[in-house]
């Protein structure tokens, strides 16, 4: 007997899952990624 | 003599591990894990060697190794290849200090120069999902054994084996030989793949060399990020994830450069060739000469081709938004096998546009694809 229920939870809901972690992963990474190149830019102009 | 106890099973296995040394030791085909797991095969298809004991199953049940200790070994219950797997794979020991010792080889600046990688990593997963659909409702997989044949459409070998163990320790041997086996054979199975998705023109469009550079406090912060971010969400996926970001951080620090080249070279060498000799232990001719063993060769293939084709759409869909269009050559490198997928998306690159050097570019969703396979294979720990 298919379980239909679990079958759409772990396909949609584990796909779904994957992609919602990933994309906050990428957005976290590109905020820090943005925070450190301001940050060496201002290091940059006061050392001028 | 053990000539009477040798079945054509058994000679089968015997030529399938000479066949594995060959295309190790001779083709070069992921040489550090072919050449043990072949002569794991051998030695466990001559009879009474008593090597690996498994343990009486009911007809038509694939029987797995019998468990025990030292006590064991000298009654002679179970052999010494039955405690290999017993303390290192049984209890997972292998699989996640492997993937720590990758974690300190792993560049992760790739990715964390385009966070969009992670997007692509993501969507290359779709193999895997697809595959647990098909493999779930074909109705010859259980629901815990058709996430093990699923996971290996994410090309990353100690998440399969940490799932698999812990979910369909029955199918260990087929699933590890079939997913290091195709990822040695990504640079034949992604090319077509990739041709028959993406026009020539898309496969021509030019990148411009990654300028910006990743400063140290971002690589180590990245691995934090990960265990954190990864481990809210979806905790199942942090014993993975958590032991890859570790090594990965005893490489960016600069200041554990010792651990970090230990754990990178001789550790884990030691790592991969008990897992590669149990591995090959557990296809004994009773074990791996089933149907199953063929539906996940085949299932195999439609994984790969779906995570390629994840990526490759991920990038499409972009493209439609983007003023500057990405290759979508690098989606294709989401199927994690690092570094092989992202060298078929330099080489069909540099052959559509010889100015083209996608490398670097590509490493990013390969890295990536690392990450989301862990999280992945933490889902359906969780889950089933």
Known sequence: ?48 | MAFGGLTWGNILMLLIGGGLIYLGAAKKMEPILLVPIGIGVILVNIPFAGLMIYAPAEPGVIPVPASGGLKEIAEGKIGLLNLLYHYGLGSEIIPLLIFLGIGALSDFSPAISRPSSFLFGATAQLGVFIVFLIAYLTGWFTINEAVCVGIIGGSDGPPTVYLTVAKAPQLLGPITLVAYSYMALVPILQPPVIRLLTTKKERQIYMKPQTREVSRLERIIFPIAVIVIAGLFVPACLPLVGMLMFGNLLSVTGVTDRLAASAGSVFVDVLTFLLGLTVGALMPAIVFLNPKTLMIIGLSVVAFAFGTAGGIWAVQIANLFRKEKINPLIGAAGVSAVPMAARVAQLEGQKANPRNFLLMHAMGPNMAGAIATSVVAGIFMSMV
Request: glycine letters at 10%.
């Open chain 1, 1 to 48: 007997m298919i379980d239909w229920e679990l079958v759409a939870k772990i396909a949609g809901g584990g796909f779904g899952s994957t992609l919602l972690v990933l994309v906050i992963l990428s957005i976290v990474i590109w905020l820090i990624g943005l925070v450190m190149q301001r940050r060496a830019r201002r290091a940059k102009d006061e050392s001028k």
